[in-house]
């Protein structure tokens, strides 16, 4: 039987992890608010991605729905780009469905790379996201590079390695703002003079 992964990221976010786990013969539950197909590339025995109509301020609905699609099979990776307005309750409520030695891979911004996440008994790639690429700090980090990083924390999960970070680009540089001078600044300001009393 093929494996099962749980992609929860909004349409498209994840496409390129979704088709390589495909085209390795994995089948791949796709939950989210807009039909969002996706085709398959190469592999020698390709599995198959499943779109399941679900909302993330519905957690419990998404669930039921994913538990549907999946035919009592159990999830046996879970890979999750939430809002962290979404994140717990959503997370938690596909919690039962996931096999106890799947493993996790969450991305998150790098806002929130100072927060250690709670480690679970369950090994979790923990991807943070900066805001420019690591290659060229004058460029947005792009598609491309995220979903390489993903894959890489992917391919990590599935060899077993232990809860680990891992960051993709750079946070924006702050530009250098020049100080004020202060020195000769008062001779310049012209002074209001104020008529002489009597």
Do not use: K, N
Request: charged share 25%; glycine share 10%.
């Amino acid at each position: 039987m093929a494996s099962t992964a749980l992609i929860l990221a909004g349409a498209g976010m994840l496409r390129g992890v979704a088709r390589t786990l495909v085209a390795d013969g994995w089948h791949v539950v796709l939950p989210c608010r807009r039909y969002s197909p996706l085709r398959a590339q190469g592999g020698v025995d390709p599995g198959r991605a499943i779109w399941v109509e679900a909302r993330w301020e519905q957690p419990a609905e998404l669930a039921r729905r994913v538990a549907e699609a999946m035919e009592g099979r159990p999830v046996d990776l879970l890979v999750s780009w939430l809002h962290e307005t979404y994140r717990g309750r959503v997370l938690e409520a596909v919690e039962p469905l996931m096999s106890p030695a799947a493993p996790s891979v969450e991305v998150r911004p790098m806002a929130e790379a100072a927060v250690v996440p709670e480690q679970s008994g369950r090994p979790t790639q923990y991807v943070f996201l900066g805001d420019v690429s690591a290659f060229d700090d004058a460029r947005p980090l792009g598609q491309a590079e995220i979903v390489a990083g993903v894959r890489d924390a992917v391919e990590r999960a599935l060899a077993g390695a232990p809860s680990a970070r891992h960051e993709i680009g750079h946070p924006r540089p702050h530009p250098s703002v020049p100080r004020p001078r202060v020195h000769g600044v008062a001779g310049r300001v012209p002074r209001r003079v104020s008529p002489a009393a009597g």
